[in-house]
């Protein structure tokens, strides 16, 4: 089911998945906007014990809270993973950074029931709520 970006906005704990210690890589561009936005966002990588002094987290179960949405920016193999994830946990939004996607990925988070947004960038969409502030 294709997700309401307004709705999804709405939401106030956020995980991104694909965050990096690279901060010009997008992963990091969107956890970092998303807290400048307000959000409370968890930023997951295996690979990452922490983020700015914020730890990180290896996957979704490992979160100490369950997120109201999940942006995903990773390549399309591990999406299709990150949904079944969001799936097995109970997560209902799912956010898929374009490049992120695949016909699978969103074809497999629709037959679960998963809200999902594709083909739209997290960074432009809250841009208006950092100018807002």
Not at 23 to 45: E, F, I, M, S, W
Not at 107 to 121: M, S
Request: contains cysteine; hydrophobic residues 35%.
């Amino acid at each position: 089911m294709t997700g309401d970006i307004a709705e999804f906005l709405q939401q106030e704990v956020w995980a991104v998945v694909g965050v990096s210690a690279n901060p010009d890589k997008y992963g990091t561009k969107v956890y970092h906007q998303l807290r400048r936005a307000g959000y409370t966002v968890y930023p997951v990588n295996p690979k990452l014990a922490s983020l700015d002094g914020e730890r990180c987290y290896p996957s979704l179960n490992k979160l100490p809270h369950k997120p109201d949405a999940v942006s995903v920016v990773v390549p399309p193999q591990v999406t299709e993973q990150v949904v079944e994830q969001c799936a097995d946990l109970g997560i209902t939004r799912v956010w898929m950074q374009p490049g992120s996607e695949s016909d699978k990925a969103i074809q497999a988070a629709e037959e679960k029931g998963l809200q999902v947004i594709h083909n739209q960038c997290v960074l432009i969409q809250t841009q208006s709520k950092i100018k807002g502030k």
